[in-house]
């Protein structure tokens, strides 16, 4: 019979903008309806800088405490009522590091069941834990809110940690993609056979007219916020939908309006706080291991190594915006 470990490492954040103390702590077990994790490898979202820094009182995540949203990793071990896993699976998710809910910067973690899915057999553990904020966040307000279709004009404002997953999405289902973003991410919007349009040599109506003949896109997914959202109110067509994952402004609704748009806010973390909807995130995850297994979804990975050791070096990277794709950390076992 193998040994349910009774210890694990974690990096512990005991108050806001001090260093992670690396800590040897209790390992938990899982409950009911959980699932024990041997993790594999953790990605860091801007977010967490901002949990780190005491700037994100929605995520409801007090300290001290262990952050780290993502997570792959494998199985170790299964609750009562867990049908769906079993130990030696591979898996991935968004499951904590948020809500009090311990984060995945530990080297094992009792994670909801309904919050995971097998990991695609084509990603590393690596990509696996790059996916699903990202991905999850670009498929609510794409798939869910927007209901994209085949042959739509999709416009992306930024193509970052949720915006290239979003060009991807789109295409999948076979929209023409716009991504707006600075340009030196022109090759990386190419590559995913999405049109660029440079954010700073081109405006709001030049992009309009020369892209939809005025007409407008029928969906405008912002990721940026702000000016974004205001960007996007003008950029969308009439009847068309705006959807944003950083709409917390006030803005005028009068762009919106005259196009008889319609628009919705996507809050991803909202399963994982309040326990409403979270089996609907394991199916979202389900179809990134379809689409990645059919090679239509590639996540951009920062190709620089990072360990529990060097965790402060990966969250400068996230503040000073020098990362090239998710930051992800190996987690030692």
């Known amino acids: 019979m193998k040994t349910i470990p009774t210890t694990m490492e974690a990096l512990v954040l005991n108050e806001t903008n001090s260093e992670f103390v690396h800590a040897n702590m209790i390992c938990p077990a899982p409950g009911a309806g959980q699932v024990l994790v041997r993790v594999k490898a953790s990605s860091v979202n801007p977010l967490d800088l901002k949990i780190k820094s005491g700037q994100a009182p929605h995520a409801r995540h007090p300290l001290p405490a262990v952050l780290g949203m993502d997570v792959a990793g494998i199985?170790?071990?299964v609750g009562h009522g867990v049908t769906a896993f079993k130990p030696q699976d591979e898996v991935f998710g968004m499951t904590g590091g948020v809500g009090g809910l311990q984060g995945s910067l530990a080297t094992f973690v009792a994670v909801d069941a309904d919050l995971l899915a097998l990991k695609p057999n084509n990603l590393t553990m690596r990509e696996a834990a790059a996916l699903p904020l990202g991905f999850i966040t670009a498929w609510e307000g794409l798939v869910d809110r927007a209901q994209v279709q085949a042959r739509q004009k999709v416009l992306v404002l930024g193509a970052g940690g949720v915006g290239h997953l979003a060009i991807q999405i789109a295409r999948a289902f076979g929209a023409e993609v716009f991504a707006v973003d600075k340009a030196a991410k022109h090759s990386q919007i190419e590559e995913l056979c999405a049109t660029a349009i440079d954010r700073h040599q081109t405006t709001v109506e030049e992009y309009v007219k020369d892209h939809t003949d005025g007409r407008g896109f029928d969906i405008v997914y912002d990721t940026v916020g702000g000016v974004g959202i205001d960007a996007a109110f003008n950029a969308v067509s009439r009847f068309g939908h705006v959807v944003s994952c950083l709409g917390w402004g006030s803005h005028s609704l009068g762009?919106?309006?005259?196009?008889?748009?319609?628009?919705?806010?996507v809050f991803t973390l909202l399963p994982i706080l309040t326990g409403e909807?979270?089996?609907?995130?394991?199916?979202?995850?389900?179809?990134?291991k379809r689409l990645a297994e059919a090679g239509?979804?590639?996540p951009v990975v920062d190709p620089r190594r990072f360990s529990f050791e060097t965790i402060a070096e990966a969250y400068a990277h996230i503040e000073n915006r020098t990362a090239n794709g998710k930051i992800v950390v190996d987690v030692a076992e």
């Open 255 to 265: 762009p919106l309006s005259f196009r008889a748009a319609s628009y919705s806010g």
């Open 277 to 288: 909807g979270r089996a609907h995130h394991g199916a979202i995850l389900r179809e990134a």
């Open 75 to 77: 199985v170790e071990s």
């Open 296 to 298: 239509k979804i590639t």
